[in-house]
């Protein structure tokens, strides 16, 4: 097998900017279909663009709309952490959670930790609580 060095460094570094290549055209393409400012037809005409002149469609995307780009990739992940925090404030808070069988547990074991139950009581309530 003969292949020196160089080629080997070539192959590999060809292969990384086509990775990044697809990566880059599949990023344009979800910020062009998640933009809820764009109407349809902006849409299909970007479209059009990317799939005709691919790489200068994704330079000029980058150009015209980069900063749009960010500005809406920060927006969704403060809107995704934001209820993300509601969810676990939420299940923190046991709104609801009383109400069920997990949530009923979790009262009886701190009944038990508290003191408030004894060992024998706390086993009757949950066999009584799982058997329903």
């Given at each position: 097998?003969?292949?020196?060095?160089?080629?080997?460094?070539?192959?590999?570094?060809?292969?990384?900017?086509?990775?990044?290549?697809?990566?880059?055209?599949?990023?344009?393409?979800?910020?062009?279909?998640?933009?809820?400012?764009?109407?349809?037809?902006?849409?299909?005409?970007?479209?059009?663009?990317?799939?005709?002149?691919?790489?200068?469609?994704?330079?000029?995307?980058?150009?015209?709309?980069?900063?749009?780009?960010?500005?809406?990739?920060?927006?969704?992940?403060?809107?995704?952490?934001?209820?993300?925090?509601?969810y676990v404030r939420e299940a923190a808070h046991g709104d609801g959670a009383g109400d069920t069988t997990a949530g009923q547990l979790a009262r009886l074991v701190?009944?038990?930790?508290?003191?408030?139950?004894?060992?024998?009581?706390?086993?009757?309530?949950?066999?009584?609580?799982?058997?329903?």
């Open positions: 097998m003969n292949y020196p060095l160089l080629n080997i460094f070539l192959t590999t570094m060809w292969i990384f900017l086509w990775v990044l290549w697809i990566f880059l055209l599949v990023r344009v393409f979800m910020d062009l279909f998640r933009d809820r400012d764009l109407s349809g037809w902006a849409k299909a005409g970007w479209s059009v663009f990317l799939i005709v002149l691919p790489f200068l469609g994704v330079f000029v995307y980058m150009i015209a709309r980069g900063r749009g780009m960010a500005e809406r990739q920060v927006k969704e992940a403060e809107e995704a952490e934001s209820q993300f925090r509601a701190d009944l038990k930790d508290h003191g408030d139950l004894t060992e024998e009581e706390y086993q009757q309530a949950k066999s009584k609580l799982l058997a329903a």
